[in-house]
Every structure is written in C-alpha cells, then in structure tokens.
C-alpha cells in the first residue's frame, strides 16, 4: 500500500510540476491599470493552473514525507514548511491572478483621476504579493534543505538527488539573504526552473520504488 502512494505521489509531484511550468511560461508581466487590464484573461488561466497544482503537490510532498519517514522529525517538519510555503503560494496568485483581474474589471470605464487613484491599490496588491512570494520561497528552501539531509543521514534517495537539494537550497538562502531581488518575474522563474528541476526527479525516483 505505501509503495502505490509513494508512486502516486511521484507522479502528483510531475503533473504539479508541469502545471507550474505551464503558469510560468504563460505568466503575464505586471504594469499599470490599463496594461493589467489587458493581460486580465491570460492573468487568470495562468494563475488558476497554479491554484490547481497547490493540492496536487501538497499530496505529492505528503508521499516524499512517508518516503523519507513520517516519524523523522525533519521529514516531517519539511512537509509543514512546505506546506505552510504553498498556502502562501495559493495566496500569491489568487491576489494577483484573480483578485486584481475582477477589481480592476469593474474600474474600466472610470474617468482617468479614479484609475490614478486605483494604481495605489494595486501596488499594494504588489507589495502583498511580494511578501507572500518571499514566505514561498523561503520554505521551498528549508523544506528542501530538510528532506536533503534527512535523505542523506537514512540514505533513501539517490545522493546526487539529495545534494543536489542541498546545493539549491542553500544557493537560495545565500541569494535571498544578500537581498537579491528573487520576486521579480525573471529572477522568480529562475528559481522556479531549478525548484521544478529537483521535485520532478524526486517525482521520478518515487515512481520507480520497487514494490517490497
């Protein structure tokens, strides 16, 4: 029974991953009132897909955790890190991929003094979204930090696999404590590309545990 979930599992983390690959190619790049206003649609699908992939990854993880030893203080610790970092994930998007999209929505046709006014609201929109970026990828980091050790002290994943977990977390928290700016798309996606690079072949390692 643990073997099937650990495989099901592997395979949420690859379709979560693929979902959040998919967000960010298509993920628009912000502006003011009227470029938001056009990219509003594509804002949505975008941001929806990354909704989505939350559970399904969050599941996913659940089945890394049993992996690594759901009794392990620091498997078990990383699983509610990194949940903890896809709530703030969850709500990253809904702020900016769906709140803002219908708020701005209903401001369309007003005279150009209220918009100005509107472009407050959404660069605090901004600033809330940053911050939930920031607490995403700080326990994306930590959590993977965790899993790596633990998989290195129990020897369950491959090492290359677990080290190479060790190097990006720890690559991240390097950057993100000399204030690089990570929340920006570009630098987001970068982070993302190597984030999505080390689940997806966690996701393939759980897909091939033997049946015992």
Request: glycine share 8%; proline share 2%.
């Amino acid at each position: 029974m643990q073997n099937q979930l650990e495989k099901n599992a592997g395979l949420a983390l690859i379709i979560g991953s693929i979902l959040v690959i998919i967000t960010m190619v298509f993920h628009p790049v912000g502006g003011n009132f009227e470029h938001l206003l056009k990219i509003s649609k594509m804002a949505i699908i975008s941001h929806s897909l990354a909704i989505i992939s939350i559970p399904i990854l969050t599941f996913g993880f659940w089945g890394l955790t049993v992996r690594l030893g759901k009794n392990s203080s620091l498997s078990l610790l990383g699983f509610i890190i990194i949940v903890f970092g896809l709530l703030a994930g969850m709500m990253a998007a809904a702020i900016n991929g769906l709140t803002l999209p219908f708020f701005i929505k209903r401001y369309q046709d007003q005279s150009s003094e209220i918009i100005a006014k509107i472009n407050y609201v959404i660069h605090y929109g901004f600033a809330l979204n940053k911050a939930m970026d920031y607490i995403f990828i700080t326990s994306c980091c930590l959590a993977i930090l965790l899993w790596s050790i633990t998989s290195i002290k129990k020897s369950i994943l491959p090492k290359w696999i677990a080290y190479l977990g060790l190097i990006l977390g720890i690559t991240a928290v390097i950057l993100l404590l000399s204030n690089v700016a990570f929340t920006n798309l570009y630098s987001f996606r970068i982070f993302i590309a190597g984030l999505v690079s080390w689940i997806i072949l966690v996701g393939y390692v759980l897909i091939k545990t033997k049946n015992t």
